[in-house]
């Protein structure tokens, strides 16, 4: 975690300070609140959860970022998973994909309304809030989406 996680925490709120300044506070305030939709939006609750090995989370997927990605990258309290650890299953498929699978001429496609688990073999999966960063590579435009969550380790898996 370290400088890099600080590092990135002070870009933040420099963006932010120059946000209020240009756009005023009010403008922020509501910037913030559509932020905080997204992730309750993107994100299912509580799905954090710890699995044999590892851990898991789900991503409900609504229909606003769809489409084809390349590739998926994972930080897991501010740490890289490597990708050979990185599995995802849309929800009807019966096997689980490796990220190590996807590729621009195999991308993953995102489809609305679809639930999307993700599996991450060797995370400790210890007590507390963890920080998830999911970066999603498009083959479209723009070329990476993000996402970050905190959620502590619930103590069943979702149903």
Request: glycine content about 8%.
């Amino acid at each position: 975690m370290g400088l890099r996680h600080l590092r990135g925490d002070v870009t933040l709120l420099r963006e932010a300070v120059s946000l209020v300044r240009e756009f005023g506070l009010h403008s922020a305030e509501r910037l913030a609140h559509v932020a905080a939709f997204l992730e309750r939006s993107v994100y299912a609750p509580r799905s954090l959860h710890a699995l044999p090995g590892g851990v898991g989370f789900t991503l409900l997927n609504p229909p606003l970022r769809v489409g084809a990605f390349s590739s998926i990258r994972v930080l897991w309290d501010g740490q890289r998973v490597p990708p050979d650890q990185l599995f995802i299953r849309g929800e009807g498929q019966a096997i689980e994909r490796p990220v190590t699978d996807i590729t621009n001429s195999r991308p993953v496609e995102l489809r609305p309304g679809q639930r999307i688990a993700f599996r991450l073999a060797g995370v400790p999966a210890g007590p507390g809030p963890h920080r998830v960063r999911l970066e999603l590579q498009s083959i479209a435009i723009p070329p990476l989406v993000w996402f970050e969550f905190s959620d502590p380790i619930a103590e069943a898996p979702p149903t």
